[in-house]
């Protein structure tokens, strides 16, 4: 399996690590560490330092209650550091929902876009059909404002996958080769804590139509619920999430933490192609 990107094809063949790059001083996580050009473009080249083999740009939190930021404005944040991350060997992915962002990005060179709204905005799904570029399509429900109070499911798991299955399918008929697309159902959005474990536990569900998955679990409310650690604390609960994200078939893990989340793939790695001496 690989996906399709604009300058690379990606082997999944094992799991990849998303290495995040917020650009933002509102982020969830480490809003204004890495905001400002020089200190984005430092820890894209740290991320890379550290094992990640693809770069997620982004420009707005899109964490609950975060402010809007308009298109130019998220643009501006983005366009300098983006110029940079083309040109270090490893395909950027542009973390967007608005197709004016989209659109600016592609024409700069963007190998993915990643689109919290799966390209529902207006606009949005044409501009990535206009390019060779790759997709992640992720399953929200609203807006950032407004998604806590969106988690009324009858079924989360079948609901997802339905969802990600019809919007895979829209947007194959849009003109995007099905190799271009990636899923993403979401955890943290629009969903109790509840809800975000029985995904993960039910994950493999969500791979029956055959598109890989990527899995963002990294520093998220649900662990702090589980381990009682502040944001700044939940690395090892973020790598264990996103490890038990591999087993299940994930693609593409999404983190903060890139070296820890690289070191525990070399692990699980080294333990299934192990031989015993003498069995």
């Given amino acids: 399996m690989y996906w399709q990107t604009r300058r690379f094809r990606?082997?999944?063949?094992?799991?990849?690590?998303?290495?995040?790059?917020?650009?933002?001083p509102d982020s969830f996580s480490d809003g204004g560490q890495h905001a400002g050009v020089r200190a984005?473009?430092?820890?894209?080249?740290?991320?890379?330092?550290?094992?990640?083999?693809?770069l997620d740009l982004g420009a707005e939190s899109t964490r609950p209650g975060a402010a809007l930021v308009d298109a130019e404005q998220e643009w501006l944040r983005l366009?300098?550091?983006?110029?940079?991350?083309?040109?270090?060997?490893?395909?950027?992915?542009?973390?967007?929902?608005?197709?004016?962002?989209?659109q600016r990005a592609l024409q700069a060179g963007a190998d993915i876009i990643n689109d919290v709204?799966?390209?529902?905005r207006p606009g949005a799904?044409?501009?990535?059909?206009?390019?060779?570029?790759?997709?992640?399509?992720?399953?929200?429900?609203?807006?950032?404002a407004t998604m806590t109070q969106l988690t009324d499911y009858e079924d989360v798991v079948g609901e997802v996958s339905r969802f990600l299955d019809e919007r895979a399918l829209k947007v194959?008929?849009?003109?995007?080769?099905?190799?271009?697309?990636?899923?993403?159902?979401?955890?943290?959005?629009?969903?109790?804590?509840?809800?975000?474990?029985?995904?993960?536990?039910?994950?493999?569900?969500?791979?029956?139509?055959?598109y890989p998955l990527l899995a963002g679990w990294s520093r998220k409310r649900t662990l702090g619920e589980i381990t009682g650690r502040p944001v700044a604390q939940r690395g090892a609960a973020s790598v264990a999430a996103a490890l038990r994200a591999a087993v299940a078939g994930a693609s593409v893990l999404r983190v903060h933490?890139?070296?820890?989340?690289?070191?525990?793939?070399?692990?699980?790695?080294?333990?299934?192609?192990?031989?015993?001496?003498?069995?």
């Fill in 10 to 24: 990606i082997d999944l063949s094992r799991p990849r690590v998303m290495g995040i790059v917020n650009l933002t």
């Fill in 40 to 54: 984005g473009i430092a820890h894209c080249e740290r991320l890379i330092a550290e094992g990640a083999d693809i």
């Fill in 79 to 102: 366009a300098e550091v983006l110029d940079e991350a083309l040109k270090l060997g490893v395909p950027v992915s542009i973390d967007t929902y608005k197709p004016e962002v989209m």
């Fill in 117 to 120: 709204q799966a390209l529902q």
């Fill in 125 to 144: 799904l044409e501009a990535v059909a206009a390019s060779e570029a790759g997709v992640c399509l992720m399953h929200m429900r609203g807006e950032p």
């Fill in 172 to 210: 194959q008929a849009a003109g995007v080769a099905r190799e271009r697309i990636v899923l993403d159902p979401g955890y943290g959005f629009a969903k109790t804590s509840a809800q975000n474990l029985a995904l993960l536990a039910q994950q493999r569900a969500l791979l029956a139509s055959g």
């Fill in 257 to 279: 933490d890139v070296a820890d989340t690289v070191d525990a793939l070399k692990v699980w790695r080294a333990v299934d192609e192990a031989t015993i001496p003498g069995l």
